[in-house]
Nanobody, 120 residues
Framework: QAQLIESGGGLVQAGGSLRLSCAAS????????ISWFRQVPGKEREFVAS????????DYAEPVKGRFTISRDNAKNTVYLQMNSLKPEDTAVYYC?????????????WGQGTQVTVSS
């Protein structure tokens, strides 16, 4: 069973940094688009960032542009989300998800989530 496993969450003060990792269980994921989402209790899950299989293209939600950087190491089957200048409003459970290449594909795999808490 293919799966994604997130790690790297934790508690950090405002202005601090964290790096999340999303490890894929199969090399098939090297071709997949990998995205990060986040969710706060009582709110809908929101898109944070995405990266194509070749790393040729990345995309970011407006609230994180200039602060977060998504990258991947296909040799390690891992995607990273470097989060700098963290704000209390970044507090959420962060999920990674994978979908096949293409512009109109569905996310087929989701991780279990990792909690990020930013204190003021």
């Amino acid at each position: 069973q293919a799966q994604l496993i997130e790690s790297g969450g934790g508690l950090v003060q405002a202005g601090g940094s964290l790096r999340l990792s999303c490890a894929a269980s199969q090399r098939t994921f090297s071709r997949y688009v990998i995205s990060w989402f986040r969710q706060v209790p009582g709110k809908e899950r929101e898109f944070v960032a995405s990266i194509t299989g070749s790393s040729a293209s990345t995309d970011y939600a407006e609230p994180v542009k200039g602060r977060f950087t998504i990258s991947r190491d296909n040799a390690k089957n891992t995607v990273y989300l470097q989060m700098n200048s963290l704000k209390p409003e970044d507090t959420a459970v962060y999920y990674c998800a994978a979908r096949p290449p293409g512009s109109d594909t569905d996310y087929l795999y989701w991780g279990q989530g990792t909690q990020v808490t930013v204190s003021s």
